[in-house]
């Protein structure tokens, strides 16, 4: 059973730093690319950041290019996957979603939420002014 689990979140002041975490475990094949999704009160669930299975392709929204980086370490049965956030704003406020899907041989990236097949729980990312 694919389960994934975010860590990382809190109160942070504008223009300071955070790291999200994600441990995606009971995956059953080496192949599954990872995104960050998050979702503010009143909004839909927007695309952040995703990386492909290999790790050597990598694609940001437009908001957060720049500040944010996205990376992953792949163990055996478990991948990490990381949202590096910096220079956050009071606009980055939201609960933060990793998600997970089997992807092709040839790495692919993937921004809507319909096309992932695993999510997490959330962690939640408070920003103040």
């Known amino acids: 059973q694919v389960q994934l689990v975010e860590s990382g979140g809190g109160l942070v002041q504008a223009g300071g730093s955070l790291r999200l975490a994600c441990a995606a475990s009971?995956?059953?094949?080496?192949?599954?690319?990872m995104g960050w999704f998050r979702q503010a009160p009143g909004k839909q669930r927007e695309f952040v950041a995703a990386i492909s299975w290999s790790g050597g392709t990598t694609s940001y929204a437009d908001s957060v290019k720049g500040r944010f980086t996205i990376s992953r370490d792949n163990a055996k049965n478990t991948v990490y996957v990381y949202l590096q956030m910096n220079s956050v704003k009071p606009e980055d406020t939201a609960l933060y979603y990793c998600?997970?899907?089997?992807?092709?041989?040839?790495?692919?990236?993937?921004?809507?939420?319909?096309?992932?097949?695993?999510w997490g729980q959330g962690t939640l990312v408070t920003v103040s002014s």
């Open positions: 998600a997970a899907r089997i992807d092709t041989i040839i790495p692919t990236i993937k921004r809507r939420p319909i096309d992932y097949d695993y």
């Open positions: 009971g995956l059953t094949s080496s192949r599954y690319a």
